[in-house]
């Protein structure tokens, strides 16, 4: 088996921050999101990994290298525009051969891993398996029908009247069968592939869909609050350790890793919490849910429930929440009381002033 993961979107509902940096690279508890799929794959015995990378394959192959830092060996196959999943499944064809494969997209999280998942494909071997999650609002989402046994019987993609409430996640499993298919389909009304529509050709040809509820935590971490709550998961599960130095003038108080290099002076951490390589907390209140990344400065300031990217600081501010914070930013008070707010904002921007 292998594995393929999609890496080559914009990332449009994250901008400004994707406009200079790749989705899946935004960390969550100072790790990216991408190195999480990577390691459940790897985890899973899946020693092949092709990524498919466009605009920011630059980046991201800085990031992951050859992939030997998680165990595997990787491969970069480059898509020249986001056509749809199936396209991605199209332009990986000759790389996964006659090799049934797990397909992951890269901006999902998925709390427990894919090893009974690949171990359930490997001994009942479908022609597709999916992974279902219940959803309030399935409109935004491809949904499943299933028969009373569980067997898949229809999708739709982005339905105006869904038939259920059982949203596709981004974890697939195919045999080579899924080429056959991939090979024939027209682009949907949206212009692109859908992995959906092969899927149901794959049903409508009598071949064997199967399905699996997530009973565990997934999120496809596509907007700025998605972000921020799977850093609040992963910080859940944190194990407290300190590397950095911490002075006698500082408390930590629960869950707090302060990273080597790192130093915490004159402040009150209360975690989940961690601060990344390099960072210094001065003076300063640092709040559950927050990521410090490497290089920062937090001064004289309150922060919690955040994400905050290398090489920026936050210095006499004196409360910052719910925020996600791109690399080398500079947040500092305005001096006096401004009769106007002065903003330089990128694309998409969305900005809460309090007067």
Not at 55 to 68: C, K, L, P, R, Y
Not at 319 to 326: A, F, P
Request: hydrophobic letters at 40%; one cysteine or more.
């Amino acid at each position: 088996m292998k594995g393929l993961v999609l890496a080559g979107g914009s990332g449009t509902r994250l901008r400004p921050i994707t406009h200079t940096s790749a989705k899946q690279l935004v960390p969550v508890a100072n790790k990216p999101v991408l190195f999480y799929c990577l390691e459940a794959i790897a985890a899973a015995g899946v020693s092949e990994i092709g990524i498919i990378v466009g605009e920011t394959h630059a980046e991201i192959e800085a990031a992951v290298g050859d992939g030997s830092r998680f165990g595997v060996e990787v491969t970069y196959l480059h898509q020249h525009a986001p056509l749809g999943l199936a396209h991605a499944v199209l332009i990986a064809r000759d790389y996964l051969g006659d090799d049934d494969f797990v397909m992951y997209l890269g901006d999902n999280f998925l709390l427990g891993g894919i090893d009974d998942l690949v171990g359930r494909f490997t001994r009942d071997r479908p022609s597709a398996q999916i992974m279902l999650t219940r959803v309030s609002d399935p409109r935004q989402f491809g949904v499943a029908e299933l028969d009373a046994s569980g067997r898949v019987i229809g999708l739709e993609e982005k339905p105006r009247e869904p038939k259920s409430d059982l949203a596709l996640v981004g974890v697939y499993l195919f045999t080579p069968d899924i080429h056959e298919v991939v090979a024939d389909l027209k682009p949907s009304a949206r212009g692109e592939l859908e992995i959906s529509d092969a899927i149901q050709r794959l049903i409508d040809e009598g071949r064997r869909v199967e399905s699996l509820v997530v009973s565990g935590y997934w999120k496809d971490t596509g907007n700025v609050n998605d972000m921020l709550e799977v850093n609040r998961l992963v910080l859940e599960s944190l194990e407290g350790r300190t590397d950095g130095r911490v002075d006698e003038d500082s408390e930590l108080i629960g869950r707090v890793v302060v990273e080597d290099g790192a130093v915490v002076e004159r402040s009150r951490v209360l975690g989940p919490a961690i601060i990344g390589a390099g960072s210094l907390v001065s003076g300063s209140y640092v709040g559950p849910f927050t990521s410090i990344s490497r290089d920062c400065a937090i001064v004289d300031s309150e922060i919690e429930y955040s994400i905050v990217l290398p090489r920026s600081s936050i210095t006499g501010v004196s409360r910052v929440e719910g925020s996600l914070i791109g690399h080398d930013v500079q947040v500092t008070p305005a001096a006096g009381a401004p009769r106007a707010h002065r903003l330089v904002l990128g694309d998409h921007s969305r900005v809460r002033m309090s007067s």
